[in-house]
Every structure is written in C-alpha cells, then in structure tokens.
C-alpha cells in the first residue's frame, strides 16, 4: 500500500512539472516581464512561446496511431480509383 501511495504521488508530480506545463509557465513569465517593463520583444516571445505550448498540448492529445491508420486507408482508395482509372484509359 504504501509503494502504492508513492507511485501516485511521483505521478501527480511528474504532471504537476510536466515540460509543457514549464514551457506555459516561462510563457506567461515572459509575457507578464513584458508587460510589466514595457519590453515589446518579451511580450512577443511570451505570446510565441504560448501559442507554441497550446499547440503542443494539441498535438500530444491527437491519436497519431488512428490518424496514420486513416492516412493508410486513404492512400489505398487513392491508389485503388487511380489502377481503374488507368485500365479504363487502356480500354
């Protein structure tokens, strides 16, 4: 039980210090220097660095093993219209 209670505890903070959750945070410290001092390179790097982090949270959430699945399929039908399309033109 107690190994238990310390594996959830290692989990709940490797989530809590997760690398996006950094990279949001340097984001918004960077954004709030900015503000704050006037600094318009540091607003700009804290609105890139922001939008690059909602991106990144996007992407790891995308089932890329279903998406690559369905790219596969597609490509196949492709494939298939083509091979009739050219026996049809060899007609």
Do not use: P, T
């Not at 954004?31 to 909602?54: D, E, K, T």
């Not at 298939?80 to 060899?90: A, G, L, N």
């Amino acid at each position: 039980m107690n190994k238990d209670k310390e594996n959830q505890e290692i989990s709940v903070l490797g989530r809590l210090l997760c690398m996006e959750a950094l990279i949001f945070l340097m984001g918004l410290a960077s954004l709030g220097y900015g503000i704050v001092n006037g600094a318009g390179m540091s607003i700009f790097f804290g609105v890139f660095i922001l939008s690059g982090a909602v991106a990144l949270y996007f992407v790891k959430r995308k089932d890329w093993k279903k998406h690559w699945e369905e790219q596969e399929a597609i490509r196949q039908r492709l494939d298939e219209i083509r091979k009739r399309e050219k026996e049809k033109w060899k007609r």
